[in-house]
Every structure is written in C-alpha cells, then in structure tokens.
C-alpha cells in the first residue's frame, strides 16, 4: 500500500478544506467553437489506483456492464439519409426487436423509408448486431471477453452500406468506451462519497467545497493524488483549516446545517410511509439513518466543543414518527 506523505503542519488544526472539479479539458474547433472534452477513467486503472493508495474500493461504482453499454450504444443510433433523391425517398436507421439468451443479446437494425410526403413507404432489415456476454468466470464473466459484433444483409447498395456501417462503428466506438472507463459524472460520485464518509461536511448547500476532520487527512491526500493521476483537466485541491474560535464558528453552523437539512428528508420520507403499512425492514433503514446523522452531530459536537442546538431540535422532531413507524412494523408482525 502506497500512501502520499502528508505535509508537516505549522499550527493546530481541526482538518482541511477539500474542493475538487472533474468537468474536464476545454478547446477550439477548426470554427473557433468551444469543446469540451469530459474527463474518463479507465475501470482497471482506477481500481489499481485504490489499491496502491489504500483507499476502500466499497466506494468504487460497481463493475461497468458491459452489456449495458451495448444497449446504450446502439439505442443512440438515429440517423436520417437520402436513399433516392429522384424519387424523393429518404431512410431513417433505428434499432429494434431484441432478443437475449444466457450469452447473447441480439438486435436489428432497420431502415425505415418515407417519400417527399412523409409518408411511410417501407421497413427493412438491414443488419444484425450481436453482443456476446463473455467468458464465464464463476457467476460472473471474465472482464474484457465481451464482444460486440454486426453483419450487414447483402442486398444493401454500396453507397448506403457506407452510410450504415459508419453509424454502427460510431456505435462501436461509443460501446468500446462506454464499458471500459468511468464517466465524468460516476468519478464525481465516488469523490463526494468518499469525501462524505471521511465525516466531511459540504460548506455550501450546493456541494463542492467539503471541511474532513485533521484524522481523515491521509485519505484526503490519497484522494488529491487518485485525481491527479486522472489527468485530464481534472484538479482537486485542499487547504488547512486553523483552529480559531471563528473556524468553529463556521464548521459548526455548516454541519448544524447538514443535519437539519438530512433530517428534513427523513421526515419527508417518513411522513410517506407512514401513509401505508411500514415493514420492520423498513423502520430499521429509517432508524439506522436516524442514528447515523445523530453520531455525526455528536462528534462534530465534541470535535468544536460547541453546542448544537438547530441539530438538537431537529432530531428531536424526529422522535415521534420514527416511534409511530415502529409501532406500525410491529403490528404488522
């Protein structure tokens, strides 16, 4: 296991501000447009970035299917292209008619025609697409023996082929990055939870900017390294936090502020429930959250050695329906 040094810190410190952009790097096309391309992560990579950091990969997403990606893929195709600009006829390519067994899914791909009016003139076939699932690998499938195949129907002119077979490479493309990297938004996800269960706590309401106790600070210097090994126009930066009367001051309203904020959506879901039968399952995932955002208090409330009496409030408005839920799970018993 591979850690980063942490820096030597000058003064006391209650823990560090960690802010972290994943958007990615932007350019100019030959028209002097703005394009940006989203950051991407290689599965594989990522996963032997976590181990090398000693990061838990419990906040990894999970494994990428890639058959899922397949699906995706090839729904995305929706092209429309002249067939016959004498006869005013024009074709439109969409997939359809799925069928599936325990190692392949396969779908069609049609060409539907319509004339000058719009009117539907005739639907046809004109090639198959075919995902393998892969080599079986216990109850799994060995990653990386998925394959993704297509056959176009010989009766297709060649000017049109060329039509056809650019848009399923196209597909192919999307297939092959789809289901082997993480996307922009799934590496923001695994950040913000990690984050989150490092008892970090989000300085504005609207996330990005996160204060994680001085404990945690190896892992938030673990995390700053995992991005930047994802390159890409990605950055995360993090910043001490003294331990002045004012940075408790300012920590203690924003976790006050988290706990109203996590207590808030647990009545609202509470309230909901309570208009049905409630399962005993479903009360112990009620109380477990209850407790989790009550430990959280109660240790930012002995870290700043400050009362928090919005967070006390708001747990206690709590009480009562989460007791009414449980009489309700145990009558239905």
Same mark, same amino acid.
């Given at each position: 296991?591979?850690?980063?040094?942490?820096?030597?810190?000058?003064?006391?410190?209650?823990?560090?501000?960690?802010?972290?952009?994943?958007?990615?790097?932007?350019?100019?096309? !030959?028209?002097? @447009? %703005?394009?940006?391309?989203? +950051? #991407?992560?290689?599965? *594989?990579?990522?996963?032997?970035?976590?181990?090398? &950091?000693?990061?838990?990969?419990?906040?990894?997403?999970?494994?990428?299917?890639?058959?899922?990606?397949?699906?995706?893929?090839?729904?995305?195709?929706?092209?429309?292209?002249?067939?016959?600009? !004498?006869?005013? @006829? %024009?074709?439109?390519?969409? +997939? #359809?008619?799925?069928? *599936?067994?325990?190692?392949?899914?396969?779908?069609? &791909?049609?060409?539907?025609?319509?004339?000058?009016?719009?009117?539907?003139?005739?639907?046809?076939?004109?090639?198959?697409?075919?995902?393998?699932?892969?080599?079986?690998?216990?109850?799994?499938? !060995?990653?990386?023996?998925?394959?993704?195949?297509?056959?176009?129907?010989?009766?297709?002119?060649?000017?049109?082929?060329?039509?056809?077979?650019?848009?399923?490479?196209?597909?192919?493309?999307?297939?092959?990055?789809?289901?082997?990297?993480?996307?922009?938004?799934?590496?923001?996800?695994?950040?913000?939870?990690?984050?989150?269960?490092?008892?970090?706590?989000?300085?504005?309401?609207?996330?990005?900017?996160?204060?994680?106790?001085?404990?945690?600070?190896?892992?938030?210097?673990?995390?700053?390294?995992?991005?930047?090994?994802?390159?890409?126009?990605?950055?995360?930066?993090?910043?001490?936090?003294?331990?002045?009367?004012?940075?408790?001051?300012?920590?203690?309203?924003?976790?006050?502020?988290?706990?109203?904020?996590?207590?808030?959506?647990?009545?609202?879901?509470?309230?909901?429930?309570?208009?049905?039968?409630?399962?005993?399952?479903?009360?112990?995932?009620?109380?477990?959250?209850?407790?989790?955002?009550?430990?959280?208090?109660?240790?930012?409330?002995?870290?700043?050695?400050?009362?928090?009496?919005?967070?006390?409030?708001?747990?206690?408005?709590?009480?009562?329906?989460?007791?009414?839920?449980?009489?309700?799970?145990?009558?239905?018993?």
């Amino acid at each position: 296991m591979r850690t980063v040094e942490r820096p030597a810190s000058t003064c006391n410190t209650l823990g560090r501000l960690a802010w972290f952009a994943v958007a990615g790097t932007a350019d100019y096309d !030959e028209h002097n @447009l %703005r394009q940006v391309v989203p +950051v #991407t992560a290689d599965y *594989t990579e990522v996963l032997k970035w976590f181990e090398e &950091l000693g990061l838990n990969d419990a906040f990894l997403p999970p494994r990428i299917r890639e058959v899922d990606s397949f699906r995706k893929a090839t729904s995305a195709i929706n092209t429309e292209y002249v067939l016959n600009e !004498e006869e005013g @006829l %024009r074709a439109s390519l969409h +997939v #359809t008619d799925e069928s *599936t067994d325990t190692d392949w899914v396969n779908r069609n &791909l049609m060409r539907e025609v319509r004339n000058r009016q719009k009117q539907h003139v005739s639907s046809q076939k004109v090639a198959e697409l075919s995902f393998y699932r892969g080599k079986r690998k216990g109850r799994t499938r !060995e990653l990386g023996t998925a394959e993704f195949n297509y056959r176009i129907r010989r009766n297709i002119s060649p000017t049109e082929r060329d039509v056809i077979v650019g848009e399923i490479e196209s597909a192919l493309a999307a297939y092959q990055l789809m289901s082997s990297r993480l996307s922009n938004t799934a590496i923001r996800g695994v950040l913000r939870t990690y984050l989150l269960s490092l008892h970090g706590v989000p300085m504005h309401s609207s996330g990005g900017l996160y204060f994680v106790p001085d404990e945690f600070a190896s892992e938030v210097f673990n995390l700053q390294e995992l991005v930047r090994r994802l390159g890409g126009g990605a950055t995360f930066g993090e910043v001490e936090v003294h331990d002045t009367a004012e940075r408790r001051e300012m920590i203690n309203e924003a976790i006050e502020s988290m706990v109203v904020s996590n207590v808030r959506e647990l009545l609202r879901e509470l309230t909901a429930a309570l208009a049905g039968e409630v399962s005993l399952m479903t009360y112990a995932g009620f109380a477990r959250r209850y407790q989790q955002i009550s430990d959280l208090s109660e240790y930012y409330a002995k870290l700043l050695s400050l009362p928090q009496e919005r967070a006390a409030d708001a747990l206690e408005s709590a009480l009562e329906p989460l007791a009414s839920a449980l009489s309700r799970s145990n009558a239905s018993r």
